[in-house]
């Protein structure tokens, strides 16, 4: 009897090893699909300290594909900026009292934020950049860069502090550090 349970056992075993092995993987080469590597990769990613944004650019003249490139990686930290603008001057206008009307406070913080990131932008951090020739002879570059979010919320603290309808209303120190706090939290 002990012998029959050991053998059934034993062939339930291997029935379920057999079963497990039969599982199919398909792989993304299987399909066809082929990884490709990006130049730059790694430094497009954002972090608690920086914005940042990676383009790539072709042309027959080198420094044109660098500068759609560089546009390109422009155009992404802006999308990724774009609500932020528009979030941080709702949520700052609501914490703020007195005699200015919130939607005023709104206006006049979300452009101040939108002219400090068009000034920044002339002014970006470049952290990668490659350039390659292809085959049919055009030039491709690959450029990533980023943007300090606490000098964005410096700059943005001292532009709003400059205004002359906000400024009895307006604590420099309070905004930045609530806007670097805001910066921060925001990838979460």
Known sequence: MKTRIFFIALALTAITFTGCKSTKVTTQE???NKEIELPCAGYDH???EYFTGMGI???????NARLAALNAAKQMINAKIGGIAKGLATDYSRTMGGNVAQQ???GIVEREVTQVIDRMMNDVEQTCEKMYQT???TYQSHIAIRISKKELAQKTATALSENDKLETLFNRDQFRKWAEEYLKN???
């Open 186 to 188: 925001y990838r979460k």
């Open 57 to 63: 650019g072709e042309n027959v003249n080198m420094q």
């Open 104 to 106: 005023d406070v709104q």
């Open 46 to 48: 954002d972090s608690d």
């Open 135 to 137: 085959q049919n002879g």
């Open 30 to 32: 299987q399909l066809g």
